[in-house]
């Protein structure tokens, strides 16, 4: 089963990427099969291997058969003027962000009124509710199944055109999203009538009463968390507490996944099992519990596929079947995948099944050969008869167990030191067991850690050594207060204060260890060769584990050496030598730009940013910035510059410190700002110099020169505004010079001017905006190329017609982030030569 899933991913993996007419993949099915039934009783491995190329062929035609999730009707709206929508929830969501409640919701519209007309569309749409919070309570919700109308403008998703991007556009379609939206809270009319599943409406209530309970047992903090173990539910989790989890690589105690999943189904066999009922019995309440969990939390993959695998697993057990890990993998693995072939190409997907692949395929047979046959003989050491099932070696332990639990004996209190020692015995091999699991977890995970996540998490051993077994309490205590508190409060309170002293205890662990500055690291994604070595590691360590010692041992020591590779040594930058490089990163309605020096010195000029008025949630700079310099393999800065600080520049600059640690930090102007303050408080805390620079001001850059034009020297930050501010520089390579004007406006566009800047790129102020790219500046420059970072569809109407004109009446070859996204110009020192993303160097 577990090749035949291999072969049906890599079916998967190669329609999506080598697509093919459907035809094709129909007729090379009836060959191959053919092929296999010709071969069937000849040459028993072609007509396996046949076999497994079907299935590769049926991934193929799953995936390109497969229908588009999201019916993009709606977006023939998407024009940016107001419509009506008609709409029913399908699913609930709510979260908090400064001053204003947003709720987001899915809604499944069931009519658009526009131009007097009513059209019937059915197309997924997520939406943002706005409300001021009240002073008397929060405002309603609202909840699977109402019926809506509220008036709106459509957003097409748009995904930044960045190499490394997100996939925005293809994560809303997978969920059946093909727009956005928003709307007043007061402007959205409740309908009468119920729209939606019954069944699914069932779920939603049920949901909620769970969370009601919890929320009357535990106090905030404690609440949210245990919300999150329980259910999955993040939304109430403080935003530090969340990082400290992901920094301590113990992230996935918040999620519901297959270790929630299997602690429930130990716990459940325990019980029948101690109560001494019927192993049928026991099975199917273990399957029907474990399969309402994961329909209850509705997460996806992990709890799935964990349920199908205990599922397989109990049935194999139920009819005498021997029991393997592997195929119960593997056929989780298909049914996932024939139910949803996209599922592969997630990380979710991926992560789930390489965890069970470790320990199925690297630790359960070295624990079989090492620690559990200790284990078993440990097992009732003063029952002679069970000698006679073990190994001399092992007998010879029990024997010498025997004397020294004898001569304890004459001892007061040693009557049952034998006992005792068997059990610490045990423990100690089974806390040995878990380290080695952990530790082999942790190296196998570092190659996704760093493709998707970009983290090494050196504390993720201890961290998980003490996290885990407290999780372990919390989903049993906390599991019995919930169902006990439908009968009595009072009596639920004595496991909630048991899970509620296991809940401080992982706090304070996960906040003690994500403090530290070793908790993590964050690198940039893996070297081909880095990246081959890794699963090289990881496939040799399952080859090798069933083989003999030295082979195993040798599999381990790869998969450790990868683990090392990737998160010590930072693979070489994707850079083009000899030659200026000037990005201008898609950043959106912001600025962000890249510097790379013929020495292959780095300075990144501001780092993007959300007004907060937009009330978004994203993180310019953890998100879009880091992400793209990632992609590039730069694992380090060596300066950052501020232009000035607006939210548009400034917002992403403080991941971008925390995540590249550059050496200094360039100002134009300290002026005080709420915005600033804290970003002085970031850089100080990580020991980096902050430099203060003003026209005159030059500086060496491996290989180039900088000179600062503004602000001026005279300038008094009390008096003016921050576009005044703009820390403008030319950067100069040879006979090639670029300008970089930040969001300068007509007065400092005035001023540097006057020094003659002559460039061949210029990287126009303020988004284009009619207050900048001024004739006189134009003249004094005279470049070749111009780039203008702007967001696509902006409030402000940025760029302006008339610049665009102005640019292109001086012979100004322009290019733009929305619709080139990020455009990188070569200043080789005789010739600027533009790259567009994705071209590479």
Same mark, same amino acid.
């Given at each position: ?15 999506? &990427? ?29 007509? =396996? ?140 009319? =409740? ?60 992230? /996935? ?36 519990? =474990? ?441 100069? &390579? ?32 303020? /988004? ?74």
């Amino acid at each position: 089963m577990l090749w035949a899933a291999v072969g049906y991913s890599f079916g998967i993996w190669a329609g999506a &990427y080598l697509w093919r007419p459907a035809c094709w993949w129909f007729v090379a099915a009836l060959v191959v099969a053919a092929s296999a039934y010709y071969y069937l009783h000849r040459r028993g491995r072609i007509a =396996v291997a046949a076999g497994l190329a079907l299935f590769s062929i049926a991934g193929v035609i799953g995936i390109q058969l497969r229908p588009n999730p999201a019916n993009l009707d709606i977006l023939h709206f998407a024009d940016g003027s107001e419509i009506t929508l008609t709409a029913h929830v399908l699913r609930e969501g709510a979260s908090n962000i400064g001053r204003r409640a947003v709720q987001r919701i899915d809604v499944e519209t069931e009519a658009v009124d526009a131009s007097d007309n009513t059209f019937a569309v059915h197309s997924g749409l997520r939406v943002s509710i706005y409300a001021e919070k009240a002073s008397n309570g929060p405002p309603k919700t609202f909840t699977y199944g109402q019926r809506l109308r509220f008036a709106t403008k459509l957003n097409a998703p748009r995904n930044f055109r960045n190499p490394g991007a997100f996939d925005y556009s293809g994560y809303l379609a997978e969920k059946g999203i093909a727009a956005t939206a928003s709307a007043k809270m007061q402007a959205v009319e =409740v309908l009468p009538g119920f729209a939606g599943n019954r069944l699914e409406l069932w779920r939603f209530r049920a949901y909620h009463s769970i969370e009601t309970r919890i929320a009357a047992l535990w106090p905030g903090e404690q609440a949210a968390l245990v919300s999150a173990v329980l259910m999955g539910e993040q939304s109430c989790l403080a935003s530090d507490l969340e990082t400290d989890f992901q920094r301590t690589g113990t992230y /996935h105690v918040l999620v519901v996944s297959g270790l929630k999943v299997g602690i429930l189904a130990f716990t459940l066999i325990w019980l029948f099992r101690v109560t001494r009922r019927n192993e049928l019995l026991a099975s199917l309440v273990t399957i029907s519990v =474990v399969t309402g969990y994961a329909f209850l939390t509705g997460v996806g993959t992990p709890v799935w596929r964990a349920a199908l695998m205990l599922g397989i697993y109990l049935l194999a057990r139920l009819l005498f079947r021997q029991r393997s890990m592997m195929n119960a993998i593997g056929a989780a693995a298909l049914i996932l995948l024939a139910a949803n072939p996209a599922a592969l190409l997630s990380s979710s997907f991926q992560l789930s099944f390489l965890c069970v692949l470790i320990i199925a395929g690297i630790t359960s047979p070295l624990l079989e050969r090492s620690t559990q046959p200790l284990a078993r003989a440990l097992r009732n050491p003063d029952v002679q008869g069970y000698d006679f099932a073990l190994t001399p070696r092992l007998v010879q332990l029990r024997l010498d167990l025997r004397m020294i639990g004898g001569r304890l004996r004459r001892f007061p209190g040693g009557k049952h030191s034998l006992q005792i020692i068997a059990v610490l015995g045990r423990i100690l091999v089974h806390v040995c067991e878990f380290v080695l699991i952990s530790a082999l977890l942790q190296a196998s995970f570092a190659l996704p850690m760093a493709y998707y996540f970009h983290r090494a998490t050196h504390l993720s051993l201890p961290a998980n050594v003490l996290v885990v077994p407290l999780t372990q309490v919390i989903m049993i205590t906390a599991g019995v207060a919930v169902a006990v508190s439908y009968g009595s409060i009072t009596i639920a309170k004595l496991p909630a204060t048991i899970a509620g002293v296991a809940i401080a205890a992982t706090n304070g662990s996960v906040r003690w260890l994500g403090s530290l500055r070793m908790a993590d690291a964050r690198v940039a994604n893996p070297s081909v060769a880095a990246f081959s070595f890794a699963v090289f590691a990881i496939v040799l360590a399952m080859v090798a584990a069933r083989r003999r010692w030295w082979m195993a041992i040798s599999g381990v020591i790869a998969v450790v050496a990868s683990a090392v590779w990737i998160c010590v040594i930072p693979p070489r930058p994707n850079v083009r030598p000899g030659a200026l490089e000037v990005t201008s990163i898609d950043v959106g309605q912001g600025d962000s730009i890249l510097l790379i020096a013929p020495q292959e010195r780095m300075m990144l000029i501001d780092a993007g940013g959300v007004p907060s008025w937009m009330h978004s949630e994203l993180d310019i700079g953890e998100d879009v910035v880091s992400p793209y310099l990632w992609s590039r393999g730069i694992s380090g800065l060596d300066i950052v510059a501020l232009t000035h600080a607006h939210a548009d520049h400034i917002g992403g600059m403080a991941a971008v410190l925390e995540n590249f640690h550059p050496s200094e930090l360039w100002l134009g102007v300290d002026a005080p700002s709420h915005e600033l303050r804290p970003l002085l408080q970031t850089a100080r805390r990580l020991g980096i110099a902050v430099l203060e620079h003003r026209a005159g001001d030059t500086a060496e850059f491996g290989g180039a020169s900088i000179r600062v034009l503004a602000p001026s020297r005279d300038l008094d930050p009390a008096g003016s505004k921050p576009n005044d501010e703009s820390l403008v520089m030319q950067v100069r &390579y040879g006979a090639t010079a670029a300008l970089l004007e930040g969001d300068a406006e007509k007065k400092t566009e005035r001023e540097v001017a006057e020094e003659s800047p002559q460039a061949d790129l210029l990287k126009v102020a303020h /988004h284009g905006s009619a207050t900048s790219t001024i004739p006189e500046l134009l003249s004094a420059v005279h470049p070749s190329f111009a780039v203008i970072s702007v967001g696509a569809r902006n409030v402000y109407g940025h760029p302006r017609i008339e610049v665009l004109n102005r640019l292109a009446g001086a012979k100004v070859h322009t290019y733009r982030t929305d619709v080139d996204g990020a455009t990188t110009f070569y200043l080789t020192g005789h010739e600027v030569i533009p790259h567009l993303a994705g071209q590479g160097p």
